[in-house]
């Protein structure tokens, strides 16, 4: 089976800007989820979504937002981007929402400037 | 917010010898996983160990839990310089849909 694919993989933006990030997960996960990751927090959760529902949120403005498709296929946006939203975002799929492994893509890069 | 802790934050080790890192979490969990990432690079599952079981081998690991301790350790044996990286615990608790990460301890093996 192909892995947990994340397109881009690297993205510069400016502040203000929206982005758009995408997540294809492996093929028959259903839930996906993402996570930021920062040398200075760490891997914070960001959202889970399972068919095509966002189950749980972690603590992020609503500048941050997502949603998936009917194929499982999830995107994440980040509207009015700052400095602080520069970033590794992780996407991780799992057949179903808990008890199973999570598998994760290999990143996008997003620099804010 | 972050789940637990792992330690030591760093290790430093030799080819050939082992490495064992430890992991403590707060809260009541349904499953530990541990990951590895290379250098900013996506995270590779290591290996799943459920609230049940105490004891789990992959290989050249191996994974202990701890649920009265809270805390679970990751043995890699026979270490090899490929196996430098950051690994990281997560949790996975019961109502919830997302995992908790620690800090992670980064590996370093020295050829």
């Known amino acids: 089976k192909a892995g947990v694919t994340q397109t881009p993989r690297y993205l510069i933006k400016t502040r203000g800007q929206q982005v758009t990030l995408s997540c294809s997960p492996i093929?028959?996960?259903?839930?996906v989820s993402w996570y930021q990751q920062t040398p200075g927090q760490g891997l914070q959760f960001l959202f889970e979504?399972?068919?095509?529902?966002?189950?749980n949120k972690g603590n992020f403005p609503g500048r941050f937002s997502g949603r998936q498709f009917s194929n499982s296929r999830s995107e994440m946006n980040v509207s009015t981007l700052e400095l602080g939203d520069s970033a590794l975002y992780l996407c991780?799929?799992?057949?179903?929402?808990?008890?199973?492994?999570?598998?994760f893509g290999p990143g996008t890069r997003l620099t804010v400037l | 917010s972050q789940q637990g802790e792992e330690d030591p934050q760093a290790l430093s080790i030799q080819e050939g010898e082992n490495a064992t890192m430890n992991c403590s979490y707060k809260?009541?969990?349904?499953?530990l996983q541990w990951y590895r990432q290379n250098s900013g690079r996506g995270l590779v599952h290591l290996i799943l160990?459920?609230?049940?079981?105490r004891e789990k081998h992959s290989g050249r690991l191996r994974v202990t839990l701890d649920t009265s301790k809270k805390s679970s350790s990751l043995l890699i044996t026979a270490s090899r310089a490929a196996d430098t990286a950051s690994y990281f615990c997560?949790?996975?608790?019961f109502g919830r849909g997302d995992m908790r990460f620690g800090a992670g301890t980064r590996l370093t093996v020295k050829p």
């Open positions: 991780a799929s799992s057949q179903s929402r808990q008890g199973h492994e999570q598998f």
């Open positions: 979504y399972f068919s095509e529902t966002q189950r």
């Open positions: 093929s028959g996960h259903r839930s």
């Open positions: 809260t009541s969990i349904n499953n």
């Open positions: 160990i459920r609230s049940n079981e």
């Open positions: 997560a949790t996975d608790g």
